[in-house]
């Protein structure tokens, strides 16, 4: 088993930054995928951006893409989100994901574990 609890949400105006934190717990990740996702009021879940632990592979949705960054500490066990130049269509419930098959991991059915989410919010 693997826990995921995330954390760095919150309020910003237009074009600020967030980051994001999600820190797991459970086994070590170093064969694992990660990935965050986000799920807006009356949409699906969407895929943001993942990771693949071990080597540091990433990809991005292309509406992310040259503003998020994702990242991990191993020593910490702690993946990230940087968030620049936020616009108010990145308002969601921001979720943080694991998946032990490795690699990159784009969908969601192809998670295994989930954090709880939390709640990023750009005012139009």
């Known amino acids: 088993q693997v826990q995921l609890v995330e954390s760095g949400g919150g309020l910003v105006q237009t074009g600020g930054s967030l980051r994001l934190s999600c820190a797991a717990s459970g086994r070590t990740l170093l064969n694992y995928a990660m990935g965050w996702f986000r799920q807006a009021p009356g949409k699906e879940r969407e895929f943001v951006a993942a990771i693949r632990w071990i080597a540091g592979n990433q990809v991005y949705a292309d509406s992310v893409k040259g503003r998020f960054t994702i990242s991990r500490d191993n020593a910490k066990g702690t993946l990230y989100l940087q968030m620049n130049s936020l616009k108010p269509e990145d308002t969601a419930v921001y979720y943080c994901?694991?998946?032990?098959?490795?690699?990159?991991?784009?969908?969601?059915?192809?998670?295994?574990?989930w954090g709880q989410g939390t709640q990023v919010t750009v005012p139009s």
């Open positions: 994901a694991a998946s032990p098959r490795g690699g990159v991991v784009v969908t969601a059915d192809g998670y295994n574990y």
